[in-house]
Antibody, heavy 120, light 110 residues
Framework: QVQLVESGGGVVQPGRSLRLSCAAS????????MYWVRQAPGKGLEWVAL????????YYADSVKGRFTISRDNSKNTLYLQMSSLRDEDTAVYYC?????????????WGQGTTVTVSS | QSAPTQPPSASGSPGQSVTFSCTGT?????????VSWYQQHPGKAPKLMIY???KRPSGVPDRFSGSKSGNTASLTVSGLQAEDEAEYFC??????????FGGGTKLTVL
C-alpha cells in the first residue's frame, strides 16, 4: 500500500548536522509535492519545508530558513531533509507527508515519524 | 505568523455531536478556503479528515464535516464514537507559501 518511511533521526549535539530520509513506495512519487512537518514533545504540529514535484521550488518555515534544506531524488523515490546548526528547539518527531494530488495545502499520506533529539 | 487558536480541550458523550473551532485572521483562515483538519491519536501520525474547508478524503466517515465563517473554521463530529477520542489540529494556508497549524484540541469521549 501507499507508504512513507522516515529514517535518520537520533541524538545530536547543538550546532551539529543531521540528514533525514523518507522512502516512498506504491505511488508515483514524482508527481506530488512533499512536506516535512515536525512535532515537539507534547506540542502541536509545525510545517518545516515543502518541495515541488520536480524539486525546483522549495519553501521553508521562518524557524528553519537558512539552516535546513529539503531535497528529493525522484529516481530513488526519496525525500530528504538536511538539518544544520541544530538547536535545542529543533527537538521533535519529524514526519514526511504527501499532499493531495494538485492540492499542496493538505497532506493525506504520512510516515510514522523519526525522532530528532538535540542535546549536549 | 501566529498560529490559529484552538480550544485546548473538548468533550462529548457517545452519540452526541461536538464542534471544534479554529480562529485565525484574515491573513490565513479568513483569507483562503484552504483549511484542513487532522486527527491524531497518541503516538500516531496525523490523519487528514477535511481539506478545502468542507471536503472529505475518501474513507473519512460523513460524521465529520467542516465549515467556515469569517476568520473561524469549524469541524463538527456527529454521532461521537469512542474511537473519535484524539487530538484535532486545524491548518490553513497563510499566503507566501506558508502553512500554519492551530495548537490542537484534545477530544475526550465520556
Amino acid at each position: 500500500q501507499v507508504q512513507l518511511v522516515e529514517s535518520g533521526g537520533g541524538v545530536v549535539q547543538p550546532g551539529r548536522s543531521l540528514r533525514l530520509s523518507c522512502a516512498a513506495s506504491e505511488f508515483t512519487f514524482s508527481v506530488y509535492f512533499m512536506y516535512w512537518v515536525r512535532q515537539a514533545p507534547g506540542k502541536g504540529l509545525e510545517w518545516v519545508a515543502l518541495i515541488s514535484e520536480d524539486g525546483s521550488n522549495k519553501y521553508y518555515a521562518d524557524s528553519v530558513k537558512g539552516r535546513f534544506t529539503i531535497s528529493r531524488d525522484n529516481s530513488k523515490n526519496t525525500l530528504y531533509l538536511q538539518m544544520s546548526s541544530l538547536r535545542d528547539e529543533d527537538t521533535a518527531v519529524y514526519y514526511c507527508a504527501r499532499v493531495l494530488y494538485n492540492y499542496p495545502w493538505g497532506m493525506n499520506v504520512w510516515g510514522q515519524g523519526t525522532t530528532v533529539t538535540v542535546s549536549s | 505568523q501566529s498560529a490559529p487558536t484552538q480550544p485546548p480541550s473538548a468533550s462529548g458523550s457517545p452519540g452526541q455531536s461536538v464542534t471544534f473551532s479554529c480562529t485565525g485572521t484574515s491573513s490565513d483562515v479568513g483569507g483562503y478556503n484552504y483549511v484542513s483538519w487532522y486527527q491524531q491519536h497518541p503516538g500516531k501520525a496525523p490523519k487528514l479528515m477535511i481539506y478545502e474547508v468542507t471536503k472529505r478524503p475518501s474513507g473519512v466517515p460523513d460524521r465529520f464535516s467542516g465549515s467556515k465563517s469569517g476568520n473561524t473554521a469549524s469541524l463538527t463530529v456527529s454521532g461521537l464514537q469512542a474511537e473519535d477520542e484524539a487530538e484535532y489540529f486545524c491548518s490553513s494556508y497563510a499566503g507566501r507559501n506558508n502553512l500554519v497549524f492551530g495548537g490542537g484540541t484534545k477530544l475526550t469521549v465520556l
